[in-house]
């Protein structure tokens, strides 16, 4: 595979296989059920019903008053251009935090409902927050924070991503520069083709533990020990201050920016292994 730094998410090499089908059979059981994965693919269909959201948009701010509500002390953000980010909070120990991100937009693409590229990780990380929320934690263990970003897409042609895309991230790693422990963002989590490597941008010591989190639970399988090329995205602005932090995506998504990302592609066994795979990363954290 040939390593390549692009643009809004990813876009590498052939791609191959079709999709059908829209939600799929039941979810082959795993060895943990604390991650709600029917209420998460509730959440995903309804971000996919409100249509297009690209930043800025009635329909992105619908959905982040509905973010902003579903969450412990939520509240907004602002981000420059009239965008926000939306965030919840937990308390932990230590002065630093831990981020759970996502980002809430999705391409200005005429049609374009973004159901993995901005659904799927919304929604996982909205039932992440709803069982952190009501979850014991060890007295050790950090601080959360559930970010939910605005402007990840370039609202131009992704020529120079960094700097016209993730607005939002580069905003919160500015704003709380110094004040953040590690990044975990969930991406295109929701495929049913589901495949998660690390990508070459991602602390490769945080990865590891997520890939031992996710064979506790017995979803394994979609995080293989691999490695493949650095990917600009919401945990890029974090990375670069030194910021241990790994981007959950899928690097062959076919449908990426495409009209076809859509409820036929996404499936709630991927939600499932992921939501259970980061919640046993987070609950372990200081154990």
């Not at 809004?8 to 059920?33: C, H």
């Not at 995205?233 to 859509?262: M, N, Q, S, Y």
Request: glycine share 10%; with cysteine; net charge neutral.
């Amino acid at each position: 595979m040939i390593a390549l730094v692009i643009g809004a998410a990813v876009l590498v090499a052939a791609v191959t296989g079709a999709f059908g089908g829209g939600q799929d059979a039941a979810p082959a059981k795993l060895r943990a059920d604390r991650f709600d994965a029917a209420r998460a693919w509730e959440d995903l269909k309804m971000q996919v019903e409100l249509g297009p959201r690209p930043a800025g948009s009635e329909a992105s701010q619908k959905l982040a008053e509905t973010i902003k509500e579903r969450l412990p002390r939520g509240r907004f953000e602002p981000v420059a251009g009239g965008l926000r980010n939306v965030v919840g909070r937990l308390p932990g120990k230590g002065r630093r935090h831990v981020v759970l991100a996502a980002h809430y937009d999705t391409k200005d693409i005429p049609g374009f409902v973004g159901a993995n590229d901005g659904a799927s990780g919304t929604a996982v990380l909205l039932e992440l927050a709803r069982v952190l929320s009501k979850t014991d934690r060890p007295v050790s263990a950090p601080k959360l924070r559930f970010v939910f970003f605005d402007g990840e897409e370039s609202p131009d042609d992704d020529a120079d991503f960094y700097s016209t895309g993730l607005r939002g991230s580069r905003s919160y790693a500015r704003k709380h520069r110094g004040d953040v422990k590690a990044v975990v963002l969930l991406d295109f989590v929701g495929d049913k083709d589901l495949e998660l490597p690390r990508e070459d941008g991602s602390s490769l010591r945080l990865w590891e533990r997520l890939r031992a989190a996710a064979k506790q639970v017995g979803a394994g399988a979609a995080f293989p020990d691999e490695t493949r090329g650095e990917i600009l995205d919401d945990h890029t602005p974090f990375a670069r201050r030194g910021v241990k932090a790994i981007d959950l995506i899928d690097f062959d998504f076919p449908c990426w920016h495409e009209t076809c990302d859509d409820l036929d592609v996404v499936s709630r066994r991927s939600l499932d292994r992921v939501g259970e795979s980061v919640l046993r990363l987070v609950l372990d954290w200081n154990r």
